[in-house]
Each structure stands twice: as structure tokens, then as C-alpha cells.
């Protein structure tokens, strides 16, 4: 189930990739997702508004602020050169900042994001970009972990203990390392 060496390199394309088959789908199915639930919703509570798009469309940009506020905060722990890097880096353990939350908070992004984006697209891109970013993103972050295991041992195993791989602790779980940038472990997209 872990990912291999050639899609951790070329995350970036695969992700692109996944994004649009996503929106190819309208092919398939041209109805989009955001008006899809609005009229449900109407179904079960009465007729549809011009409201119920808004509300449905604001919960779209909600949950891509939420993703891009959780990537940007997650990135700036890391070095740019981690970041960007094709490797895994396993050098240090970074617990600071949203790692106190969440081991994976750029993974956890990446949900985020296709969740938010697939409000936009039809109703089997929506369910192509979720399924499709949740699995990848899982196959990506089990090597990642697999490689800071060997690398970090005991502090790793602690870390692990204490904090959820993708789903997020409203509580930090780690009490504050001081380091303001340092390298995390690998590099997440």
C-alpha cells in the first residue's frame, strides 16, 4: 500500500493528475456536486434558494481557507529545501507548531483542498478527488513513516503515541520543542 519511490518524486504531477480526472468527470456525470447538495438539502428542507448555493459554495471556500491556513502554517516549520526536495528527510523530528496537532497537517491540506475544490466539481469528481487525494496521500505519508521509524526510534515511536497521523487534536499532544523551522522529517505535498 505504501507508495513507491517514483510517486513520492513526482507527487506533484500525480496530485495534478488526480485533480483532473476529477474535472474530466463532467464527462460523465455534468452535474456539479455544490448544486447536487443544495438540492437534496432543499428535499428535506424545503425549496432550493439562492441561499443554499451560497451556503454550500461558502463551506467550499471555508474548508480552502482552512486548507491553505493548515499548509501554509504546516510549510513554515519546514525548510524550503525540505519542502521541495524529491528525497525523504528524516534527519531531525519536528514537533512544533500544527505537528503538536497532527503528524501530517500538508497531507491533512491536501484533503482539505480536495474537498473544498470538489464542491466545483461534478458528483464523481468530487468522490474521484476524495477518494483519489485521501488514498495517494495515505500511500505517500507510509513510507515517510516507515524511514523516521528506522531513522528516529524510541522519540518516533513516542511522537506517534502522542500525536494522530491525520486526523487532528483540537489539543496539542506534544508540549512545545522551541523550534521555530527545522526539518520535520520528509518533505509533504
Do not use: K
Not at 456525470?29 to 451560497?54: E, K, Q
Not at 522519540?155 to 526539518?183: D, H, T
Amino acid at each position: 500500500m505504501q507508495a513507491t519511490l517514483f510517486e513520492f518524486r513526482h507527487r506533484w504531477w500525480i496530485i495534478s493528475l488526480i485533480f483532473a480526472v476529477a474535472f474530466f468527470a463532467y464527462v460523465l456525470d455534468p452535474v456539479n456536486c455544490g448544486v447536487a447538495m443544495a438540492i437534496w438539502l432543499a428535499g428535506h428542507h424545503g425549496p432550493v434558494t439562492d441561499n443554499a448555493y451560497r451556503l454550500i459554495f461558502a463551506f467550499g471556500a471555508l474548508l480552502l481557507i482552512v486548507a491553505a491556513g493548515l499548509r501554509t502554517w504546516g510549510t513554515s516549520y519546514l525548510q524550503a529545501e525540505v519542502l521541495r526536495d524529491t528525497h525523504l528527510h528524516t534527519e531531525r523530528l519536528l514537533a512544533d507548531g500544527p505537528y503538536r496537532h497532527v503528524r501530517n497537517p500538508l497531507y491533512l491540506g491536501n484533503i482539505f483542498l480536495a474537498a473544498g475544490i470538489g464542491l466545483m466539481a461534478s458528483r464523481i469528481g468530487c468522490l474521484i478527488l476524495l477518494l483519489g487525494m485521501t488514498v495517494f496521500v495515505i500511500r505517500l505519508l507510509l513510507p515517510e513513516e516507515s524511514e523516521l521509524w528506522r531513522d528516529q526510534g524510541e522519540p518516533y515511536r513516542f511522537y506517534c503515541a502522542a500525536v494522530p497521523r491525520v486526523v487532528p487534536s483540537l489539543r496539542p499532544r506534544m508540549p512545545p520543542a522551541g523550534n521555530a523551522a527545522g526539518l520535520r522529517g520528509s518533505a509533504p505535498s
